[in-house]
């Protein structure tokens, strides 16, 4: 064809040392000293030769492998890699256990696996325990609150409790998490100001704005910012 360099060649000539490969990693290891007047005469044209003979002959090896079709399209199929590649980020330590997996551990409590479905006697249907359409997430169901027999506000907005209880709940969890992470790293100062910024955000979620909130380890205390340190007097 006349597309083709007759200075590349599609059978390279043999070498002194046979190229080691490793088709599944499609990796060529050529040992064959290079010829040192040549390096020094024309050092870039002669890599670029002794490169693309190499390339060529992996590409040769590859096309006498086994093929099949993959979407309609002609694939080869490679064989198991052999070179032991070194990783790129060191093997991950295994995590220090949270708050409750130490407590569990040293009770002997074991989990156990709940079942994703739940029968709902009012909606006569399963449903799931946690997420979308979970039980008891219809408004029918929950248009009506019971009020306590000790109950002294008789205007006391009981459906808004039950939501503000929900959203204490959710940041809790959120606050602990965090905890759990602040603990498996003391010395970790990556992302400190998100951090901070989660765990402050968390405190305000709570039916208390944080009073009652316990802090997570090395955390900086807010300035009080009531109206009665900030206020100036006019006289």
């Not at 080869?76 to 052999?82: D, F, G, I």
């Not at 039916?207 to 807010?222: C, I, P, Q």
Request: proline share 7%.
């Amino acid at each position: 064809s006349s597309g083709i360099n007759a200075e590349w060649p599609l059978r390279p000539g043999e070498k002194e040392i046979p190229l080691t490969l490793d088709l599944g990693s499609l990796i060529a290891c050529d040992l064959t000293a290079v010829n040192p007047v040549e390096l020094n005469q024309k050092k870039e044209q002669y890599l670029e030769k002794i490169t693309r003979d190499n390339t060529q002959i992996l590409f040769n090896a590859l096309f006498n492998l086994p093929t099949g079709y993959v979407d309609k399209m002609k694939c080869v199929q490679l064989p198991k890699p052999t070179t032991r590649l070194p990783r790129e980020k060191p093997i991950p330590k295994p995590k220090a256990p949270t708050k409750w997996e130490a407590f569990a551990k040293k009770k002997g409590i074991q989990k156990k696996k709940k079942g994703r479905m739940v029968w709902d006697d009012i909606a006569k249907e399963w449903r799931p325990r946690h997420g979308y359409k979970r039980i008891g997430s219809d408004k029918e169901q929950n248009w009506v609150v019971e009020i306590p027999d000790n109950a002294t506000d008789p205007y006391k907005d009981y459906i808004a409790e039950r939501e503000d209880k929900k959203k204490e709940k959710s940041a809790k969890n959120e606050l602990q998490r965090l905890q759990n992470i602040a603990r498996a790293n003391p010395q970790t100062k990556a992302r400190s100001e998100e951090l901070s910024q989660t765990v402050k955000q968390a405190h305000l979620a709570t039916a208390s704005l944080g009073r009652f909130t316990d802090t997570v380890a090395n955390e900086k205390k807010e300035k009080s910012t009531d109206c009665d340190s900030a206020l100036i007097p006019l006289l």
